[in-house]
């Protein structure tokens, strides 16, 4: 089969397109002839140093979330589930290729109307925005502040929080990514690149009540300064390739809770079924702006590092 290679750590030049033995479902596994793989940008930072959730060692083959058909089941496995349209994690590798052998206990199914790039592009940050509107509390009325508000997470997040009748201010860079942020139902859009985006807030709502926290830094540490008393702040990425490290007591000093999401793999697959279900009765629209076939992985990763992309990035494997 063909696959993309990570044989060292370093710029995206490292991902090298080239053959691999097809795997073969083990006991309790299925195999997935992969139509797409999904792209985070944590795999950006694991690529050029082995940072990320996954402690792993080159050479390999990287990659966390794929969809496609099952072709092959191994023993202790329903035959039925050959030819189900599906979407799984990968445990964190091996998504890069055009085969793949995963735990059959860990697949989704994804309903009819919702098509298979759009179930890939919310398999991982569909996850991650439900988790984190629900450990948000969010509920009508509240102000909501979505930083990274066009990226794959974003996007979604500005959706949903919308739905549950936040008013939402969205944060993105540069004026397509803040009017696709307003299409998808921000009240407020600002251009974070602009030095006086404080303002800018506090003249559109005051403060706010919950900050969704994608990109950590000085934007992440700017943020937490506009929640007001009784605020919750979620840090769940550091697109500026930090956290926002606020102190435990410094929140505590200003009345606001500092929000740390997480869930069971039963909760995480519980939140993937929930918003392919959202997407189904066509209430949640993933953004896929860029799309790239396999054998051009480090062109992907190289438009994600550059924060001009848009929306969800996929690999497109057939």
């Known amino acids: 089969m063909r696959a993309v290679w990570l044989r060292e750590f370093g710029g995206p030049e490292v991902l090298v ?13 299925v195999l997935v002839e992969v139509e797409y793989v999904n792209i985070t940008f944590v795999e950006t930072m694991f690529r050029a140093s082995g940072f990320g959730p996954f402690p792993r060692r080159p050479p390999l083959i990287p990659g966390n979330g794929v969809g496609g058909v099952v072709s092959a089941v191994g023993a202790d496995v329903d035959p039925g589930l050959v030819g189900a349209r599906v979407v799984s994690s990968t445990g964190g590798s ?14 989704v199914r994804v309903p009819d109307a919702v098509a298979l790039d759009d179930a890939v592009a919310l398999l991982a940050d569909g996850r991650t925005a439900a988790m984190q509107l629900g450990a948000a509390e969010v509920a009508e009325g509240d102000r909501v502040l979505v930083e990274a508000a066009a990226g794959g997470v ?14 939402v201010v969205a944060l993105a860079g540069g ?3 803040t009017r696709l942020a307003e299409q998808l139902g921000a009240e407020v859009a600002i251009d974070y690149r602009q030095p006086d985006w404080p303002d800018r807030v506090r003249a559109a709502v005051g ?22 008393r009784g605020g919750r702040m979620l840090s769940y990425g550091l697109a500026s390739g930090e956290w926002a ?3 435990e007591r410094t929140a505590a000093e200003r009345g606001v809770r500092l ?5 069971t793999p039963e909760q995480m ?27 051009r992985a480090a062109d992907a990763h190289a438009a994600v590092q550059s924060r001009q992309t848009i929306g969800k990035t996929l690999l497109e494997v057939r």
């Open 175 to 177: 004026a397509a990514k």
């Open 269 to 295: 697959r519980g939140f993937v079924e929930e918003v392919l279900a959202k997407a189904a009765a066509g209430q949640l629209r993933p953004v896929i702006g860029q799309r790239f076939a396999l054998d």
């Open 94 to 107: 091996g998504a890069y290729a055009e085969l793949v052998a995963v735990d059959a206990a860990g697949l």
């Open 17 to 29: 397109a080239g053959d691999a033995p097809d795997p073969v479902a083990g006991p309790g596994q």
């Open 245 to 247: 490290d606020i102190p």
């Open 259 to 263: 929000v740390r999401a997480s869930a």
């Open 207 to 228: 403060g706010v009540d919950v900050v969704f926290d994608g990109v950590g830094g000085a934007v992440g540490r700017t943020a937490f300064d506009l929640l007001d």
């Open 154 to 167: 974003g996007t979604l997040l500005v959706q949903l929080a919308a739905a549950a009748g936040a008013r």
